[in-house]
Every structure is written in structure tokens, then in C-alpha cells.
């Protein structure tokens, strides 16, 4: 917490909504202050533009084009944007205020991370970048700085949409790259560009920082660093931390590849990647590279080695002459004390001793064995069957009360060699003896112990019943649904979900994808509806046209329609309006910025399906809209909205939601 300074903002209200409460962190671009939005009585993050950036008209510009991109992603490992504004001087973004710390507090903490603990990490973090670029929008800023940890254990990945601008506005000063060098792809620091393929670059750099604890490129300045990016590979993750899994070394290997096109190509394909290596790790994997580590830096040195010169002395084979000292932590060994020479007579009363001691053992050893034999003949005892391992728990019953011997079931308990329904272990063990009327215990078995399903979204169906099996899964029913987002014939889900804990004798259903429904996209940004349909895996192609009385820079009109049936590599087209504002030039009040979000006032309308009621009216009214709610089933959950996600609308404007 940054609180050792006092804040002229502390106190203050901005915009008559929101009071700042205290500060919490100030970084190059702004500084942020835990707040109370007075007017939906909520604690917020805002983050206040430092007021050199505020004065720059294009960054200005700029930001807020972002911020409203950033305010239409709703996803849970996304922290959400709910309102930007300025109040004087004052340039401000109003957040969801996530309590915890940052992924690179955590670093600092603990050095680095074992790799099934930093596969977890990431995985969330994959998540929500590949929400942005479905959506159409690259991150730009991928760093541990940017992932928050709440304190329930979830991962968000903050200021999305603020990299692009904060480059913009010093590029305008410098004409130079200035970001966060350590993460940059190539192409970034050679050209400027960024794609989704660039957040993938970082999002492997960031994940070689979590398994060894430091950044791949080192150097004395910024400049030498990208040099680094663009002329070395980065080293596989097992060069710093011996014992690391050969296929987390890969992951970071083909996500920083210097060729994008080597790389995942979205952060969809990396998150499938990563989890499908996270669920063919062994559980204590992070304890045996913990230990491996520890082993390979605690080696003590060999003393040297010593001949003898005489009875009881040495001499070191070395430039040192005088005897090295035992081991830290070890004992010294003193030589053992004289044991006298026996005599004859001690010999001699040895030798009779142990006869008479093995005579008497050999008695007593004729006692027990005739006391066995006596029993057994007298049919005081059977024996436990061997067989009864693995029978059907009605079968094993069965046999032993074919012999009068009492039973009694227990708790059914995990087995990974007995399959469900059939015993596993009986007390007394098989074999074991026991007395007329004594009482045999069945376990049975509840089949294999529970592993997480693997996640197979994106998949084929081939593929996804592999990874299954590799799980020790097989599938069970294949069912198919439409979707916006997964190509035709590709895993949309399993059941059980990913992630959800499943005996592997039991089925995983599978969901296909029965093609990707075509979002609607007319009256939207143009640049960002080609971005989305480029991640969808679609081929755009764009053409323009002048037309006078619309917004420029917006989709005019789309083919296929809404709804149609698509899959990956199908060819779609858009006509996008040109930026021809005719004589009144700029003063036209139809000619829009297209780095806006499509329109004076139109702002995407957050996805609220699936949500509280209660919490998707705070998601809309934060964006700005208002909200009719409709009573359909009496559910407490919002079942469609009307206009939909990916939609423009007004700020101020009605979006009714059904539950």
C-alpha cells in the first residue's frame, strides 16, 4: 500500500460519483485509489491519468477508445472496466476492485514457482486473453504487474486495452518503443506492430519467470534486452531449473518462437496446449523438482583423498598437510576402542553355552509346532480364501458364508487396480487364519481414485478422446450445440467439465461444436468485428463504400447473415464505411473516429447471460445503459438480454434482460 504520502485526491469526489477513499499504487501512466461509486454504493478501483498524459490530446483520444473496447469483455478472469470520464483536469477510469496482490508480489515472495502450481496460473490468465482476442482486442502489456490474485484464490488479468494507448502517446513524443521490454515480442521491437500472437510471445516469457524466477533476456540497459528478443532464442526453462518436464520446456519454446507463425495463434490454442501438459503431470511433481533443486545445490565437497604412512596416521593427497575435518552437520568418527583377545577358557565356556541354548530352542520350537498341528487337526481355525481379491462383492459374501464364516461390508474406498463394485481388501488379510465365528470385513471398491478431467475445448473429436485416455478417461456420449465462438466439429465442453474431479470409471461426455454461429456485426467497429472474425479462424475479406449519412469506420452490412452456420477457414465478407466525410470534412457530425467504438456514444454491451440478475444490472448500469428487467421463467439467473453481447448501443440506452 502507497499511503505514506499524503494525496490531494484523498477526499475529493470526481465527476460527483465516485470519493476517493485512499491511494493504493502509482505506476508511470497513472495512479490508482480505492474509491466508493456513491451512486451504486460499491467500493471500485479508480485509476486517475497523471496529468501530463491527461494534457495530451491524442493519448487522450486514445485511452478512451480503449477503455470502451475493454468495458464490452466480461469474463470472469477479466477485471472489469465500468465507466471512464474526466472531472477538470482529471482523466479517469473506473475498475472492479479486486482484493489481494499481484502475481509479481507473489514472485517476490517465493523466487519462482513449481511447474504444475505455474500452469495453474496461467491457465486463467490464457482465459481471459483469449476472451480478448475472440473479441478482437490484443492486451499489448503481458506481466506479472498486470495479474491480480485475489484473496478467494482467482487470477484477473487487468488493463486491458491501456498498453495500446500508453505506446501511442509516447511514441508520438520519441518515435521509439517505450513498454515493458522484458515481454516485447520481436515484431514489436523491429516494427511496432502487435497481433495476438504478440500477448502469446509474453505470455511464454511470463511463464519462463514463473518457473525459474527471472526474465530469460538479461542486460544493463532496455536496449540491450530487446537486442536479446530479437536475436536470441529463449533457453528451455530446464537450463536454470534442473528436472522440469520436458513438455513445459516445449510450451515456453513454441509460445516465443521468433516466427509467429510458429507460435499458438491466439491465446485459446496456447491455454489448450498448457492444459493439456498441466493434466499429464504427476501430482507431486512440484515437490520432486523442489527437491531436485535443493539436491543439486547442497553437494558437499569430497574430502580429499588420504594414504596411509603408518599405523594410525595419513597423509592428505593434496597441497593442504593437514587432516580435513569432518563433514558440517556430521559426526566425527573416533577409531573404535581395543576389544581384548578371548582365551581359551572364554572360548571354551562359549562353545557349551550355546548348546544347551540351541537344545532349548529346539524344545520349544517341537511345543509350538505340535500345539499348531493339534489346532488345525481340531478344526479350531480356517484360513481367509486368497481368491476373494477382486470378486463381485454378492460373490465374495456368497463363498464365505458357504463356509459359516461371518460378514461385514465397510466404506467403499478408491482402488486403481480393483475395478468399482468388487472388493479390494478384506480384514483379516487373504490367507490370514482366523477362529471359528470370527468376522470377515469386505471393502469394496468405488473404482479409481478421482484425476481432473482434461480440457479438449478446440478439439477434435479424435483428439479429445486421446487426451481422455492418456487421462485415463474414455468417452461417453457425443452430443452437438451451435456456438459463436468454437468451429464446427470442435469440443465446445465436456461433462464433467474441465478441471472437475471424476473417477476414470466413469464416462466423459463430450459437447461439439455444430459449426460457429455468425455474431452480428453491422452497425460495429470495423475494425474490431475483422479482428474477432480473424480469431474465429474465419477469412475476411473487406470492402469499402462511401456513404455520406452513416458513421465511418462502421460495419455497413455483412455476409453470411447473423446466425448462419460457419466453420473455420470459410471465406466471410464485410462492406465497411469509408472515411470520406465529404465537404464539411471533420465538422461533419456523421464522420466518427474508427479507434472508437462505432459511433458517438455507442458503447459494446457487456455478455450478462448465465449471471445474478442483481449482478448483471450493476455489469450494464457500470457500462452505462440502463436496465429493463422482464420476469420469464422466475429463475434467478439472466436467461437472454436484449441487445445482445457484441452489440453497440447509446450510452443511457435500455437493455432488457429476461430471467
Known amino acids: 500500500m502507497d499511503t505514506t504520502v499524503a494525496d490531494p485526491l484523498v477526499g475529493q469526489v470526481l465527476d460527483g460519483r465516485y470519493r476517493i477513499e485512499s491511494r493504493i499504487a502509482r505506476g508511470g501512466m497513472a495512479t490508482v485509489y480505492v474509491a466508493r461509486d456513491v451512486k451504486l454504493d460499491r467500493e471500485i478501483a479508480l485509476k486517475v491519468m497523471h496529468a501530463g498524459l491527461a494534457q495530451d490530446e491524442d493519448f487522450v483520444r486514445r485511452f478512451i477508445g480503449e477503455a470502451k473496447a475493454a468495458a464490452g469483455l466480461s469474463h470472469p478472469n477479466v477485471v472489469a472496466v465500468y465507466d471512464q470520464g474526466t472531472d477538470g483536469q482529471h482523466v479517469f477510469l473506473a475498475m472492479e476492485y479486486v482484493r489481494g496482490r499481484t502475481l509479481r508480489a507473489l514472485l517476490t515472495e517465493r523466487g519462482r514457482l513449481g511447474p504444475r502450481e505455474a500452469l495453474e496460473i496461467m491457465q486463467p490468465v490464457l482465459a481471459a486473453l483469449a476472451a480478448a482476442h475472440r473479441a478482437g482486442l490484443v492486451h499489448r502489456d503481458v506481466k506479472p504487474e498486470n495479474v491480480l490474485l485475489a484473496d478467494d484464490g ?79 532464442v529463449v533457453p528451455p526453462p530446464s537450463d536454470v531449473v534442473p528436472g522440469l518436464p520436458e513438455r513445459v520446456d516445449t510450451l515456453v519454446t513454441l509460445a516465443t518462437s521468433h516466427d509467429a507463425a510458429r507460435r499458438p495463434q491466439d491465446a485459446g490454442r496456447f491455454l489448450a496446449a498448457v492444459a493439456d501438459v498441466a493434466a499429464g503431470l504427476p501430482r507431486d511433481i512440484d515437490e520432486r523438482v523442489a527437491h531436485g533443486a535443493h539436491a543439486a545445490t547442497s553437494v558437499l565437497p569430497m574430502p580429499a583423498p588420504t594414504t596411509p604412512v603408518g599405523p594410525g596416521h595419513t597423509r592428505v593427497l593434496g597441497p593442504e598437510m593437514e587432516p580435513p575435518g569432518p563433514p558440517p552437520h556430521q559426526p566425527r568418527h573416533h577409531p573404535a576402542p581395543e576389544v581384548p583377545r578371548p582365551t581359551a577358557m572364554d572360548r571354551l565356556i562359549g562353545a557349551v553355552t550355546s548348546r544347551y541354548v540351541l537344545i532349548a530352542v529346539g524344545a520349544l520350537a517341537a511345543v509350538i509346532l505340535g500345539w499348531a498341528v493339534w489346532y488345525q487337526a481340531a478344526g479350531q481355525y480356517q484360513h481367509v480364501p486368497d481368491t476373494i481379491i477382486g470378486m463381485t462383492l454378492e460373490d465374495a459374501k456368497r463363498e464365505l458364508a458357504a463356509d459359516g464364516v461371518p460378514v461385514q461390508v465397510a466404506e467403499p474406498v478408491f482402488s486403481d487396480k480393483i475395478a468399482k463394485g468388487r472388493v479390494t481388501r478384506t480384514d483379516p488379510a487373504p490367507g490370514s487364519r482366523i477362529a471359528q465365528g470370527e468376522t470377515v470385513t469386505l471393502v469394496p471398491s468405488k473404482g479409481r481414485q478421482p484425476v481432473d478431467v482434461p480440457d479438449t475445448t478446440g478439439r477434435s473429436l479424435d483428439d479429445a478422446k486421446k487426451i481422455l485416455a492418456e487421462a485415463g478417461f474414455r468417452a461417453g456420449e457425443v452430443t452437438r450445440e451451435g456456438s459463436h465462438t468454437v468451429p464446427r466439429d470442435m469440443v465446445i465442453r465436456t461433462n464433467p467439465r474441465a478441471g472437475r474431479e471424476l473417477t476414470p470409471d466413469e464416462p466423459v461426455d463430450i459437447v461439439l461444436s455444430s459449426g460457429i454461429s455468425m455474431p452480428s456485426l453491422v452497425n460495429t467497429n470495423a475494425r474490431q468485428a475483422e479482428n474477432r472474425l480473424r480469431a474465429l479462424g474465419l477469412d475476411v475479406k473487406v470492402e469499402r463504400q462511401d456513404v455520406g449519412d452513416r458513421p465511418r469506420g462502421i460495419v455497413l452490412s455483412q455476409d453470411p447473415p447473423p446466425g448462419t452456420a460457419v466453420s473455420r477457414g470459410d471465406k466471410v ?87
Not at 518457473?211 to 536496449?223: A, C, E, F, I, S
Not at 455478455?607 to 434467478?636: P, S, T, Y
Request: proline fraction near 5%; charged fraction near 25%; charge should be negative.
Open 573 to 659: 465478407s464485410l462492406v465497411v464505411n469509408k472515411k470520406d466525410c465529404g465537404f464539411l470534412g471533420d465538422f461533419n457530425p456523421f464522420c466518427r473516429d474508427d479507434e472508437g467504438g462505432g459511433g458517438d456514444g455507442a458503447l459494446p454491451v457487456p455478455n450478462v447471460v448465465g449471471r445474478d440478475v442483481a449482478e448483471a444490472q450493476r455489469i450494464l448500469e457500470g457500462a452505462g445503459f440502463e436496465v429493463d428487467v422482464k420476469r420469464q421463467v422466475g429463475f434467478n439467473r439472466v436467461l437472454r438480454q436484449e441487445p445482445g453481447s457484441g452489440d453497440g448501443a447509446p450510452r443511457g440506452s435500455k437493455v432488457k434482460i429476461w430471467h
Open 154 to 232: 482467482q487470477a484477473k488479468v487487468a488493463d486491458f486495452g491501456l498498453a495500446r494507448a500508453e505506446t501511442a502517446g509516447k511514441q508520438t513524443k520519441t518515435g521509439l518503443i517505450i513498454g515493458t521490454v522484458g515481454y516485447l515480442a520481436p515484431e514489436q521491437v523491429l516494427t511496432g506492430h502487435a497481433d495476438v500472437r504478440s500477448d502469446v510471445y509474453a505470455a511464454g516469457i511470463m511463464l519462463f519467470e514463473l518457473l525459474t524466477g527471472r526474465q530469460p533476456h538479461q542486460g544493463d540497459t532496455p536496449l540491450a534486452v530487446a537486442y536479446k528478443h530479437v536475436n536470441d
